[in-house]
């Protein structure tokens, strides 16, 4: 039983795309977010959805939107990709303000 | 200088060792203190979870928080091949907002 799932893991892609990547949890957490996760190992977060509102939303380019259909599901979809969108974007979900359990991850590489 | 430190490693011990695992801050207003493993291509998973200061045990895995210091380590016991991984800290504040501070993470290899 997978508690984060997010799909797809891999994802290549050329410079100007649209892409998204979907994240599901099991866990009856009522927040998600998504981390990028760069090189370096450094863990940033995105965004945070609460009961399907968006409470955090750091500096991050327009290009990405996250879309929460409902309590369980929070997927990022980024426009006009750029080579420096190259990271492993991360999925998390908690109860509150409590401990984030991550997902598997989905490493993007844009060309 | 960022808000947590830590030693990116790699830090590499024979099986069987005590590993200790460090993290620093600099803002004393981190309540919550918070271990994660990661292990290469796959998500952090956590390990422990501690409010404010003192030890909190679990199994091979002791996270110790001395905020007086602004210092949190956590040991591994008896360390084993399977714990090779990067081992990242993340701390917040009291009402922080869903905000979670990461360290970048201590890439730790333990030979056979």
């Known amino acids: 039983d997978t508690a984060v799932s997010q799909t797809p893991k891999y994802l290549v892609t050329q410079m100007g795309n649209d892409k998204s990547i979907k994240c599901e949890q099991n866990?009856?957490?009522?927040?998600m977010y998504w981390y990028k996760q760069d090189s370096k190992k450094f863990l940033k977060i995105m965004f945070s959805?609460?009961?399907?509102?968006?409470?955090i939303n750091e500096t991050v380019p327009n290009r990405f939107s996250p879309k929460s259909p409902d309590k369980a599901h929070l997927n990022l979809h980024i426009n006009s990709l750029e080579l420096g969108d190259s990271a492993v974007y991360f999925c998390?979900?908690?109860?509150?303000?409590?401990?984030?359990?991550f997902g598997p991850g989905t490493r993007l590489t844009v060309t | 200088q960022k808000e947590v430190e830590q030693d990116p490693g790699p830090l590499s011990v024979p099986e069987g060792a005590i590993v200790s695992l460090n993290c620093t801050y600099s803002?004393?207003?981190?309540?919550?203190f918070m271990w994660y493993r990661q292990y290469s291509r796959k998500g952090p998973e956590l390990l422990m979870y501690?409010?404010?200061?003192g030890n909190k045990e679990d199994g091979r895995f002791t996270a110790q928080v001395d905020k007086s210091s602004k210092y949190i380590s956590l040991f591994i016991r008896d360390s084993q091949p399977s714990d090779s991984a990067t081992y990242l800290c993340a701390m917040r504040y009291n009402n922080a907002g869903n905000m979670l501070t990461f360290g970048g993470g201590t890439r730790l290899m333990v030979k056979p």
């Open positions: 803002n004393s207003a981190f309540q919550y």
């Open positions: 501690t409010y404010s200061s």
């Open positions: 866990l009856g957490h009522d927040t």
């Open positions: 998390a979900s908690s109860e509150g303000q409590g401990a984030r359990y």
């Open positions: 959805y609460n009961n399907k509102e968006l409470i």
